[in-house]
C-alpha cells in the first residue's frame, strides 16, 4: 500500500503521516525530514540544501530523486510506505512514477488562512530554522503554483482524497482509515 499525504505547510500532514505508518506498520518517509539529516550529517551538499531549506525554496529534482529511490527500495518499503513532502510539483509526480505506483494521494485540505495561523504557533514551538515568515509565504506560493497541479493529477487517476484537515487530528485519522478501508 503506498500512500502520499499531501497538504499545505501545518496542515498536519506528517502527524497523520506518522500515526498511519504506525497503523499500518508502514515506514514514513518525510522528505524534509531526510533533507534536514543530510544537512545535520553535513552531506556534500549541506550548505547548498540548507540554505534552500531555510528560504523555502525546493530542493532540485535530481538531487531528491537520488535520495528517495534509494530509500524507496530499501526492504521496509517492500510492503508500502506513507510518503510525506513529496511530490511537490507534477515533475516529482512523474518521476515518482517511474519507480513506484502510487495507491492513494490524500489531500489534507486547510485553508491559506488556518495554514499561516498553525505555523506561526509552530514556530514559537519548534524553532524550525524554516518557520520565518518570509520562508512560509515562499513556501505557501510554491504550494499554490507548483503543488496544487498535482492534485489534478492524482484526481484524473482516480486516486486522490481530498479530507478535510481543520477537523480535530483524530476526525482527520479515522476519515483517512475510513478511506482505507472502504476501498481496501
Ligand atoms: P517539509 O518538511 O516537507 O515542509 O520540507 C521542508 C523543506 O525541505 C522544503 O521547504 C524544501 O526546501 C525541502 N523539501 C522537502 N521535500 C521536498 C521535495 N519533495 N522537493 C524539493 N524540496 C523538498
Redesign the pocket.
Known amino acids: 500500500m503506498n500512500i502520499i499525504v499531501l497538504g499545505p ?1 501545518g496542515s498536519g500532514k506528517g502527524t497523520q503521516g506518522k500515526q498511519l505508518a504506525k497503523k499500518y506498520y508502514l515506514p514514513h518517509i ?4 531526510m ?1 534536514r539529516r543530510y544537512v545535520a550529517a553535513g552531506g556534500t551538499r549541506a550548505e547548498e540544501v540548507r540554505e ?2 531555510d528560504s ?4 532540485d529534482d535530481l538531487f ?1 530523486e537520488e535520495i528517495l529511490e534509494e530509500r524507496l527500495a530499501q526492504p521496509d518499503c517492500k510492503n508500502g510506505f506513507v510518503l ?5 510539483d507534477l515533475e ?1 509526480a512523474r518521476m515518482l512514477d517511474r519507480f513506484i505506483s502510487v495507491d492513494y494521494a490524500f489531500l489534507i485540505d486547510i485553508s491559506e488562512e488556518e495554514s499561516l495561523r498553525r505555523v506561526a504557533k509552530r514556530a514559537e514551538i519548534e524553532h524550525r530554522e ?1 518557520d520565518t515568515p518570509e520562508a512560509l509565504k515562499k ?1 505557501l506560493a510554491t504550494y499554490t503554483e507548483k503543488t496544487l497541479p498535482v492534485l489534478d493529477y492524482y484526481e484524473r487517476q482516480g486516486i486522490l482524497y481530498c479530507i478535510d484537515g481543520e477537523q480535530k487530528v483524530h476526525e482527520v485519522f479515522a476519515n483517512i482509515v475510513s478511506v482505507l478501508e472502504e476501498t481496501a
Open positions: 505547510q518525510s522528505t524534509g525530514s533533507l534552500l531549506m523555502g525554496e525546493l530542493i531528491l510525506d513532502g513529496t511530490p511537490r516529482q524554516d513556501r
